[in-house]
């Protein structure tokens, strides 16, 4: 699992690893949990998850429930190129929670 801790100082970027596999058993939690950046960049990368039993499981999750509520702090984000593979139907990518006021973020060609 990747975690960006909310008290961090905000990273640039974040995780390019090009083919790189995140946490093959993994289980139900998210692999990339973003809670703070001011430019986060997800960009080709191949994730991993064959072990969630919840079709609820967010595989990158940007802030989290606590934070829905609060002003956002994740300034700009990328997903780019990703191919991320579940053994079963799952969220996948969560902007849910990412706060009062978030931009939109940029989300293409993910697998």
């Known amino acids: 699992m990747f975690i960006v801790p909310h008290k961090q100082k905000f990273p640039q970027d974040l995780i390019k690893r090009p083919t790189e596999s995140f946490c093959p058993k993994l289980g139900n939690a998210s692999a990339i949990h973003i809670n703070a950046a001011k430019k986060a960049t997800i960009e080709n990368n191949t994730i991993t998850a064959n072990n969630i039993t ?4 967010e595989i990158i999750k940007f802030n989290s429930i606590w934070d829905k509520d609060k002003p956002f702090d994740i300034y700009s984000t ?3 190129g990703n191919n991320i593979t579940t053994n079963m139907a799952a969220k996948g ?5 990412a706060g009062i006021g978030a931009p939109k973020y940029e989300i293409k060609t993910t697998n």
């Open 93 to 97: 990518i969560s902007t849910l929670y």
């Open 78 to 80: 990328s997903v780019i």
């Open 54 to 57: 919840s079709a609820s499981t």
